[in-house]
């Protein structure tokens, strides 16, 4: 339970940052957010369930309420506190921003650090014996070393001996080449902590510092490596840590992207065949009976395997199924064609034995090396082949499952999809819905969890985010939702008078129209696009009409392009941006560098994806409504994101104008209305 000198040490604390905040002004629900944070993860709801759900509406200070109340339970609990975030600019925020600040003002004595995958670090056994022109060490990469790599190489290596490069790839200057990066990359299996020569590589210099700090911020996919992993891999145990899931509305995608997996035929079977080489190497280094076994496994399971992913190839190239526009065919309800199940039941079985060969052999040459039976330079290149072959099994292991799961009725199938490109054939699959895979790695693993984000509920409720990532209302997870300080009301929501909705013909044209006509000169304005080739069409009418206001995303970078509209707002000239539903989430424009905001269309995504399309499948065939379960609650949400572009700040005024009648003329659309923040509704006679 939260006690007394514990709700004392959150407020004084609270008084000295927000003391040294300037301008900071005092908000009920900042206030109520910090107290039921703490009192979620002191256990005062549910003791075994520490979970909250809070969607927290912008301005209310969601990051400042999570350290206040997350950082001092943690330490009082001895857990550490884990912010993972969707994006790299909430990262960069909590780490050179609001941590640093909170350090400094506050009581607390705490450490914290960013947490990045083994990828991001170099070897540092690699970087000081690679030779960049050694065949050995450059089998297995696909890309031929360039003029200019060993300088590069030199420059990373002598940069590192004097300290002033960390191995730390995003902080080298210049972006690394990956053909060079993956040469010097760490990797779980030949990067060690447990060889001597591996101790003080930059991940495992990492990682001690993850174990020490009190604070880690990590990113969503970061989270869910280490969680697949069993969790405490990367970072520390789950039962051992407070989660804070900032940008929470992310995570039910992410997880799922995460989980997918998919297999190019011709590649896999090219690689199978260079499985030989393993033993050889194995055999030339390792004197030891014990190789021999799992080098013959290995070689039939790999021979089996590639006989049976030729028979797959034969079949699509015989019975080629009728692909869509982007070379795609989707098995309906994830159901493979049964003349190739057979062909995977037995890929599954051999890629097993196989992987099980490879790992043998890696184990047999670490305790080898162990022993010191062999020396390290022999062993090494082993070790890195080994990793290579078993990361490739590993994903074919996870393809094969999925394919072959068995179909409970009341669990939702698989996608199951091929790509046809350059007459090579790719299977591919992805689970619809993930929420019993967070239970099992992550509700039910953690200490606790803090989900948070401006936008969980759609249409007014949770239920939508709660199927996604498998909550319920009776679990004890707590649910929690904050209204924005912002003074909506003072904000008109126009909507326009269309003759033509975006379904109908001359519905472009009207609409490029009234966007000319609702351009404010000498101001910020923001139109958002439904898809690329309406803008594009849109630009190209404009462009005579706007020369030098008109900023299309995609024509420069998306930092260039904002550096020019504020710019051009600072300068009091008329700038127009034009951006699709990526500019709807995290663009920030407050005050003056927008004050109108056009939306052209309803954000309805098009269910053209092969996992889209197997999820309205699915539910059309559970007798639902996938229009009514998954497009209007996913439009409700993009709606509310794009709607929040125009007031970023409690002083910031203007306009928001949109342009499709579906809003007022179809019954879902008052439903849309009534999920938006309280503006001032004007619907245009």
């Known amino acids: 339970m939260l006690s007394d000198s514990l709700k004392k040490e959150i ?3 609270y008084e000295l940052i927000t003391q040294a905040l300037p301008q900071f002004k005092a908000r009920k629900a900042q206030n109520y957010l910090v107290a039921e944070i703490a009192k979620v993860l002191a256990g005062n709801y549910d003791k075994s369930r520490r979970i909250l759900v809070a969607e927290a509406g912008t301005g209310i200070g969601k990051s400042l309420a999570y350290i206040l109340a997350g950082l001092p339970v943690a330490l009082r609990l001895n857990k550490k506190l884990v912010i993972s975030t969707a994006t790299v600019t909430l990262q960069e925020q909590l780490i050179s921003k609001e941590l640093p600040f909170f350090l400094q003002h506050s009581d607390y004595k705490f450490t914290f650090t960013l947490a990045k995958g083994r990828q991001r670090y170099c070897c540092e056994h ?65 990067c060690k902590k447990a060889l001597a020569n591996h101790r003080q590589c930059p991940f495992h210099r990492a990682r001690d510092n993850i174990n020490k700090a009190d604070v880690i911020v990590v990113n969503h996919a970061l989270l869910l490596a280490d969680l697949e992993l069993g969790g405490g891999v990367i970072l520390p145990d789950p039962d051992a840590c407070f989660y804070v899931l900032d940008e929470a509305h992310h995570l039910p995608k992410i997880s799922r992207d995460f989980s997918s997996a998919n297999v190019n035929i011709k590649t896999s079977q090219d690689w199978l065949k260079k499985i030989k080489q393993v033993s050889t190497h194995v055999n030339r280094v390792v004197h030891r009976q014990t190789t021999i076994t799992p080098g013959i496994n290995m070689l039939e399971s790999a021979n089996e395997m590639v006989n049976d992913l030729k028979s797959i190839e034969l079949y699509f190239r015989n019975n080629p199924p009728n692909y869509n526009k982007s070379n795609q065919y989707r098995f309906s309800m994830g159901e493979v064609p049964q003349p190739i199940v057979n062909a995977l039941i037995s890929l599954k079985e051999e890629t097993k034995k196989c992987l099980s060969a490879v790992n043998k052999l890696s184990n047999i040459t670490s305790e080898e090396l162990k022993d ?15 990793g290579f072959y078993i990361q490739r099994l590993e994903n074919l292991a996870a393809l094969w499952k999925m394919l072959l799961k068995d179909r409970a009725t ?42 948070c984000s401006a936008t969980l509920t759609s249409l007014n409720s949770f239920d939508y985010f709660m199927r996604q990532a498998g909550l319920k209302n009776n679990d004890g997870t707590q649910y929690l939702r904050l209204k924005s300080p912002f003074d909506y009301p003072a904000i008109s929501l126009n909507v326009a008078k269309m003759k033509y909705d975006p379904t109908e013909k001359g519905f472009d044209n009207e609409l490029i129209d009234n966007i ?37 995303q995609g024509e420069t970078s998306r930092t260039k392009m904002i550096t020019t509209h504020k710019k051009n707002c600072d300068q009091g ?11 709807a989430e995290g663009l920030d424009l407050p005050g003056h560098y927008l004050t109108n905001l056009m939306i052209t269309k309803l954000p309805f995504a098009v269910p053209d994806s092969p996992v889209e399309e197997a999820h309205a499948e699915w539910i059309t065939s559970k007798g639902g409504n996938p229009f ?21 700040k409690e002083e910031d005024t203007g306009k928001i104008t949109i342009l499709d009648k579906r809003v007022i003329t179809k019954r879902y659309g008052k439903s849309l209305i009534d999920a938006l923040p309280p503006f001032a509704l004007n619907v245009e006679k």
């Open 11 to 13: 407020r004084t604390n």
């Open 126 to 190: 690699k970087l000081l014996n690679l030779q960049a022109n050694d065949p050995e060490q450059t089998l297995l990469f696909t890309e031929k070393p360039q003029i200019g790599d060993s300088e590069l190489l030199a420059k990373l290596k002598n940069a590192y001996l004097d300290g002033k490069w960390n191995g730390d790839q995003d902080s080298w200057p210049t972006p690394i080449p990956r053909r060079i990066w993956q040469q010097i990359i760490s990797d779980k299996h030949s």
């Open 372 to 386: 010191a039976s062999i020396k390290l330079s022999d062993a090494e290149p082993i070790l890195i082949e080994t």
């Open 410 to 451: 009341n669990q939702a199938p698989i996608a199951a999809w091929i790509n046809n490109e350059n007459d090579g054939f790719t299977l591919c699959a992805s689970p619809l819905e993930v929420g019993g895979l967070l239970e099992y790695m992550l509700w039910s693993q953690a200490a606790g969890v803090i989900l």
């Open 516 to 552: 000319a006509q609702r351009v404010e000169d000498k101001a910020g304005n923001l139109v958002l696009f439904a898809s690329y080739w309406q803008m594009n069409l849109a630009a190209d009418k404009l462009r005579r009409k706007f020369p030098t206001s008109l900023l299309v």
């Open 573 to 583: 000239l008329t700038s127009i941006l034009f951006g699709t539903g990526s500019l």
């Open 628 to 648: 009514m379960q998954i497009t209007i609650p996913e439009a409700s949400k993009k709606l509310i994101q794009s709607c929040g572009r125009l007031i970023r």
